[in-house]
């Protein structure tokens, strides 16, 4: 099992948490980015850069992640194609896409591109806060301590 993250727009407070879990836990993070990265020096922490351009690295979340994998983003359509590979994808606010709500997600997405497109002001979303840090921490934190359970009990 490994995290990778959509980093390009991921806050800087979720990346250290996920520093911070990746050496606790002996997982290996990958963060991926159209930008160069810097990280902390260690052997559980990756940063890849792609080239600029539409979706290119969604594409390679998507190439890397495989099933039991936990996939850190935002990105509606990026978590439903990680989901179809059988990884699990956690957004920084502590939410969780799942195989029972993505299809919703991605209908209120596209509503809501339709609404901008037209001309509506739809705003966007609250700003990251404390709330939500605490929320991504409590999740992170409960995934890994199931796998932990998991690998102890293989």
């Known amino acids: 099992m490994q995290i990778l993250v959509d980093a390009d727009a991921c806050p800087g407070v979720i990346k250290e948490m996920l520093f911070r879990a990746a050496k606790r836990a002996e997982i290996v993070v990958t963060l991926v980015a159209n930008q160069f990265l810097r990280t902390p020096p260690s052997p559980f922490i990756k940063a890849i850069q792609v080239s600029a351009g539409f979706d290119v690295a969604d594409a390679r979340v998507v190439e890397l992640a495989t099933a039991g994998d936990l996939v850190i983003t935002a990105d509606i359509p ?28 991605l209908t209120m997405r596209d509503v809501m591109d339709q609404l901008r497109n037209s001309g509506v002001e739809t705003g966007g979303p609250a700003p990251f806060g404390a709330r939500d840090s605490k929320a991504f921490a409590s999740q992170l934190d409960r995934f890994i301590a199931r796998y932990q359970a998991a690998r102890k009990g293989a």
């Open 78 to 105: 990026l978590a439903a194609a990680v989901l179809e590979r059988g990884a699990h994808a956690l957004d920084p606010r502590g939410n969780w896409f799942t195989r029972d709500n993505i299809q919703e997600r």
